[in-house]
């Protein structure tokens, strides 16, 4: 599970913690460090650089989901 997201972002903090004490475990791109990533959730999120957008596996990228969507795709 990749989680893109950049410093500042209330909804990216939350996320993260919330995966953390659910003991999710996650791979964390800064989009202000990674050009390619940033290019990449534009792609996904409609030309804007919202944040957090997660991808599970292979799955389709998911913007600024819940937890609860987070751990469902995790689990399918």
Known sequence: MTVY???GCPYCVGLR???RLARVPYRKVN????PEAAAF??????GNETVPTVVVGDGP???NPSLRRVRE????
């Open 5 to 7: 997201w950049r410093p």
């Open 17 to 19: 913690l919330r995966l």
């Open 31 to 34: 989009i202000w460090r990674d």
């Open 41 to 46: 959730v534009r792609g996904v999120a409609d």
């Open 61 to 63: 990228a998911m913007v």
């Open 73 to 76: 795709t995790a689990r399918a």
